[in-house]
């Protein structure tokens, strides 16, 4: 099988309508102050027993939002888009549920001095952009943010910069990833792209690799 | 320089090398294994993305951990529960996928049924969406757990981006005692090192002592290795690992076997190959263990006694250690030998296969399960529970008034199906993990091997049997 030409190559990026493209987003902000926000925390286990990836934005914070004045029952922070958390947002439980849940929200990037590592990966394979600047930068975004709910927070992977007022801070993500997301590709959509040097790695397997199919079948078991 | 076993296994599955500036390979997955919670996402993302199973005849699906244990004509009992099983089987049967439902023979638990369908062999790459994936290393492969996105990856293209991880060889010097097990070893290794002692690591189990066990005991071993924070644990394979291996089904025949073993006796590491780290531990020093607290760090020799917060180097460790002796209400300087059980819970991927069963047989023959003490066996798959009955084990255990399930599964490991501890029950179990509400909502585990369950079940009080 031949490399797929550029024009096919077009095709399959069309066809991966799974993830949104990101580019330069622009929205308001909810600054949330606290550190070590673990998985369990933004959406506790009793809600990770769904089969569905969607409809877990009632779940997010679910604990919290109960509280008095937590930021995202504020009424100016309706339609915020981008979470500024502190040091170690993400940690614990490998839950994906957690992404799904801030995306099913509404937010499209989360900034925070550190992140869970597992977390991390999960978010960016989801298309939901985890920034990471310093914890100065992320106090200054609460300070502007605070001071005016409107203010907008720009997260431009084209240029790999935050900007909020006078502010202007450089991040970094890995090539791989960020080529992916300007695309719209998702990890899938993005390994199919090298779909011949799969076809040609299975070509060469060695053939007494094992199959499932037909699946192995024992005879009828007499339970005592 | 030579190659690690680790590293010839993965250089065999690089589709590509990292491309475009980043730092993943793209690597070949001979083997992804799915059981019923963690997959109906993938699923429904594959549809919606028009996309479809790339490889049904690499894939397998078990149905294990909300299965009921009591009958095979069982429903499960939980909506959730029962919702996952039925997506599972209407996914698995569109995408064409072999499933082993709950009352086949071929059903259990999924790294219990992957090495007996013969689907397990050296230098394979195999991936579930279950951090205890490590269990198959034991036969030289590369296994991992992975999350519900890459579930859905592999599904679309049998293939993983993955970065680089760094190797780590456990040398383990001498051989066990007489009564002490791979349990035994993997719970002083993890007490060593520490749960986050392999973080970032693929561990080969290498030495004498690793060469001298089974099967079984290396899958109790590799099982464990996600618990010291590695990614997989490995041990090449050798004539114990080619003698498992030509028992089980649909392996190769004549000249291509022989092609076969001259392949998987190849992946041992090289004589001067180089780990990333090193450990060694002296497995002649050891006697039974079993974990005091909440996590398997926190294990000490079955003869010791409850150790206290201020035993600890650091503020963090001294915390935990606080936490877990109040969780686990249990006073320092206890000696463990004092702590008595209401429950016994013999079963899980760590110590559910047929040698776990006979370690157990061979303390309870002719002695009973102490007034009052719950002895609940489980076996790993329904293949386990047919060799139980065929070498009479089951007897054995019923004279000795212990409670064999019939329903294969992970049944009290992980509690999602109707089989838990009520809040306050203290239990020794044969699992992998003893954190904080495991085995139900207020229950405290003790990590045991097999025969220290069995001796415990006998005495009521945590027991090996040497105590006997
Ligand atoms: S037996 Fe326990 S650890 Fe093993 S797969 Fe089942 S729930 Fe997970």
Known sequence: MEKATVMEKATLRENATVMEKFTVHTGTAAPLRRTDVDTDQIIPVRFCASTRRDGHADSLFADWRTEDGFVLEQPERKGATVLVAGQDFGTGSSREYAVWALQDYGFRAVIAPRFGDIFRGNSLMNGLLTVVVPAAVVERLWELTEADPTALVTVDLERLQVRCADLVQDFTLDEDVRRRLLGGLDAIADTLLDEADIARYEATRRPALPVTRPPVTYPPATVR | ?468
């Open chain 2, 1 to 468: 320089m030579g190659t690690t076993l680790a590293q010839k296994a993965w250089d065999a599955h690089v589709v590509r090398r990292a491309s475009g500036g980043g730092k993943d390979d793209l690597l070949y997955v001979d083997l992804q294994l799915l059981h019923e919670v963690n997959t109906p996402q993938a699923f429904d993302r594959l549809r919606a993305a028009g996309r479809t199973v790339r490889r049904p005849d690499l894939t397998v699906g078990t149905e294990d951990h909300n299965t009921p244990t009591l009958a095979l004509d069982r429903v499960i009992k939980d909506r959730e529960g029962r919702r996952q099983a039925e997506l599972m089987r209407s996914n698995c049967a569109e995408f064409g996928i072999p499933l082993h439902r709950f009352g086949d023979p071929g059903q259990g638990i999924v790294h219990v049924i992957a090495p007996e369908l013969g689907l397990v062999r050296p230098g394979m790459t195999i991936v579930c969406c279950d951090s205890h994936t490590t269990t198959l290393g034991a036969f030289g492969a590369l296994a991992f757990g992975i999350g519900a996105s890459q579930v859905e990856h592999v599904l679309a293209t049998q293939t993983l981006p993955m970065r680089p991880l760094k190797t780590m060889a456990v040398n383990v010097e001498g051989t066990l005692p007489e009564g002490v097990s791979a349990k035994d070893l993997v719970l002083a290794l993890i007490a060593q090192i520490g749960t986050a002692g392999g973080q970032g690591h693929i561990i080969e189990y290498r030495g004498a002592g690793v060469r001298a066990l089974s099967m079984e005991a290396r899958m109790t071993l590799c099982n464990m290795s996600v618990e010291a924070g590695s990614r997989a644990g490995m041990v090449a394979p050798d004539e114990t690992t080619f003698a498992y291996l030509e028992r089980c089904p649909g392996m190769p025949q004549g000249e291509e076997w022989d092609a076969e073993v001259a392949y998987w006796r190849s992946l041992a590491s090289d004589a001067d190959a180089r780990f990333d780290r090193e450990v060694t531990i002296d497995a002649r020093e050891l006697s039974p263990y079993v974990s005091w607290g909440t996590n398997p760090a926190q294990s000490v020799p079955l003869a010791g006694q409850v150790p206290a917060a201020a035993d600890f180097g650091t503020a963090a460790e001294r915390a935990a250690a606080e936490r877990a002796l109040t969780y686990m209400d249990l006073k320092p300087g206890t000696a463990l030998r004092d702590v008595s059980v209401d429950t016994v819970f013999l079963g899980s991927c760590t110590n559910s296969r047929i040698e776990d069963l006979r370690a157990a047989a061979d303390v309870l023959r002719g002695r009973k399960v102490a007034d009052g003490l719950h002895m609940m066996i489980v076996p790993g798959s329904a293949r386990v529970r047919l060799q139980a009955v065929e070498e009479g084990l089951d007897r054995v255990f019923a004279e000795a008034g212990a409670d064999f399930r019939v329903g294969a599964g992970c049944s009290m490991c992980a509690a999602l199906n109707e089989d838990r501890l009520l809040p306050g029950q203290r239990a020794a179990s044969t699992n992998n993990r003893n954190f904080e509400g495991r085995q139900g909502r207020g229950s405290r585990t003790h990590i045991v091997s097999p025969a220290v369950a069995a001796a415990t079940a006998v005495t009521g009080r945590l027991s090996s049997p040497a105590d006997l």
